[in-house]
Nanobody, 123 residues
Framework: QVQLVESGGGLVQAGGSLRLSCAAS????????MGWYRQAPGKQRELVAT???????NYAGSVKGRFTISRDSAKNTMYLQMNSLKPEDTAVYYC?????????????????WGQGTQVTVSS
C-alpha cells in the first residue's frame, strides 16, 4: 500500500513562513516527478510547484521567488519552504507523486495524492 502523508501546515501571520513535508511510503521502486498543489475554498485545485527526479523545478507565477520545492530521494520525501506568505496563499495543500511501486503482485506506475494539509495565512 503506497501512501503520501503531508505535514507542516498550520496558521501563520502574513509575512511568515511554513515548511511542508510529504513522505512517501510503501513498496516503492522509483519516484519520478513530484509536486505540490493547492485548493482554496470555492476554487479549483492549482499547481504550486513541481520537481523532477533530476531536481529540475517549476513554479506557479504567484509563488515564484517566495516558495522553494526540494526533495530528499533517500528518504522519499519532498518539501515546500514557503516564505513571505500572503492571505491568498490560504488553501489545502496536497502533494502528488508519480511513482512505480509493487501493489499486490504487480508493478504499477501511478499517480498518488496525499490527504492534504491546511495552510491558513492571517492578515
Amino acid at each position: 500500500q503506497v501512501q503520501l502523508v503531508e505535514s507542516g501546515g498550520g496558521l501563520v501571520q502574513a509575512g511568515g513562513s511554513l515548511r511542508l513535508s510529504c513522505a512517501a511510503s510503501g513498496n516503492i521502486l522509483k519516484i519520478n516527478d513530484m509536486g505540490w498543489y493547492r485548493q482554496a475554498p470555492g476554487k479549483q485545485r492549482e499547481l504550486v510547484a513541481t520537481i523532477t527526479s533530476g531536481g529540475s523545478t517549476n513554479y506557479a507565477g504567484s509563488v515564484k521567488g517566495r516558495f522553494t520545492i526540494s526533495r530528499d530521494s533517500a528518504k522519499n520525501t519532498m518539501y515546500l519552504q514557503m516564505n513571505s506568505l500572503k492571505p491568498e496563499d490560504t488553501a489545502v495543500y496536497y502533494c502528488k507523486a508519480e511513482l512505480r511501486a509493487i501493489v499486490g503482485a504487480q508493478i504499477r506506475n501511478s499517480d498518488y495524492w496525499g490527504q492534504g494539509t491546511q495552510v491558513t495565512v492571517s492578515s
